[in-house]
């Protein structure tokens, strides 16, 4: 005689995972400031007045640019444009959190507008 609804006539499963793996090696952490152009880094200089790349990479300005090439939201050729960093600004202040664009912006709009200008510029007198 069979008792059923009481048990079940599986065999118990075996654990996903072995119970004595080794350890995982750790991948060494990209830089993050690696994706950065020379562009770029003139422009954080202009912004934060950081030159040296160590203490640049260490500002939050920096930090989002070098993010925002990585995930290929600013394309490699791609310069970082006014309207590009006011975009930027407006995304962060819709989290509704901390903006580190915000206290920056201003600077970094006047450079760009100064230096697109200087670039736009075309000696056709020769």
């Given at each position: 005689?069979?008792?059923?609804?009481?048990?079940?006539?599986?065999?118990?499963?075996?654990?996903?995972?072995?119970?004595?793996?080794a350890?995982?090696?750790?991948?060494?952490?990209?830089?993050?400031?690696?994706?950065?152009?020379?562009?770029?880094?003139?422009?954080?200089?202009?912004?934060?007045?950081?030159?040296?790349?160590?203490?640049?990479?260490?500002?939050?300005?920096?930090?989002?640019?070098?993010?925002e090439?990585?995930?290929?939201?600013?394309?490699?050729?791609?310069?970082?444009?006014?309207?590009?960093?006011?975009?930027?600004?407006?995304?962060?202040?819709?989290?509704?959190g901390?903006?580190?664009?915000?206290?920056?912006?201003?600077?970094?709009?006047?450079?760009?507008?100064?230096?697109?200008?200087?670039?736009?510029?075309?000696?056709?007198?020769?």
């Amino acid at each position: 005689m069979t008792v059923s609804g009481l048990g079940t006539a599986r065999a118990p499963h075996s654990p996903l995972t072995p119970l004595h793996r080794a350890p995982r090696t750790e991948k060494p952490a990209d830089r993050s400031d690696e994706n950065l152009t020379g562009r770029d880094r003139e422009l954080i200089f202009q912004v934060t007045g950081l030159r040296d790349p160590v203490q640049q990479s260490a500002t939050a300005f920096a930090a989002i640019l070098a993010a925002e090439r990585a995930a290929g939201r600013l394309a490699p050729g791609q310069e970082v444009t006014g309207l590009y960093l006011k975009d930027l600004n407006r995304r962060y202040e819709r989290t509704g959190g901390p903006n580190p664009v915000a206290g920056l912006l201003p600077k970094a709009l006047t450079y760009l507008a100064q230096s697109q200008g200087a670039v736009s510029r075309i000696d056709v007198s020769a």
